[in-house]
């Protein structure tokens, strides 16, 4: 058995196979931890992005719109309320979808997220923010877009090489075996 073990590993930085599972695994990977490294936190009373949006009620068909939070906070928007309710819709046949999630409630108000994708521009906007009483307060903005996932093939490429290189390199230790007498220091 310990054979066995010895002789697939020292195959293992040789294997095609064993690539590109690690390749696909990393390809997979890398592109959501670089959007979520690049997330933006704000600071109680932080501008945000002008790509930060919340939900309000729709006059239209739709349960509720994606508006700039400069937009809420504008007069333009009277007689129309915070979205604070989960839901979810898709137009033009699905190639653009909108979410609303709550989060958490807490004493401090709701923490609020709205995803809103959009097929035509593949871009999908994260945007997390608590209501407390009517007030909008921004905690953070993630995008996702084709930028990471080039970067993120990109990484894993290079990183998939540079790992086999190393594994080629370096030299199996040795398994003593059972019938061996070990060697005392």
Not at 10 to 39: D, E, N
Not at 86 to 92: G, K, L, P
Not at 105 to 124: A, K, R, V, W
Request: net charge positive.
């Amino acid at each position: 058995m310990r054979q066995h073990i010895k002789l697939t590993l020292s195959r293992f930085p040789h294997s095609k196979l064993a690539f590109l599972c690690v390749f696909l695994l990393l390809m997979f990977l890398l592109p959501r931890l670089l959007s979520w490294l690049s997330a933006t936190d704000y600071q109680p009373g932080a501008v945000p992005s002008g790509l930060f949006q919340v939900a309000v009620s729709s006059h239209t068909g739709k349960p509720f719109e994606l508006v700039s939070l400069q937009e809420a906070r504008s007069p333009a928007l009277a007689g129309r309320t915070l979205w604070t309710q989960a839901a979810r819709f898709s137009e033009d046949e699905g190639i653009r979808e909108a979410e609303v999630r709550i989060v958490a409630q807490s004493p401090q108000g709701t923490l609020i997220e709205t995803i809103d994708s959009d097929n035509d521009h593949p871009l999908t906007l994260t945007s997390r923010y608590r209501v407390t009483a009517g007030r909008i307060d921004p905690v953070s903005l993630q995008t996702f877009s084709p930028g990471h996932v080039m970067s993120g093939i990109l990484l894993a490429i290079v990183l998939s090489k540079l790992l086999f290189f190393v594994l080629r390199t370096l030299k199996p230790l040795p398994i003593p075996q059972a019938n061996e007498p070990q060697e005392k220091p």
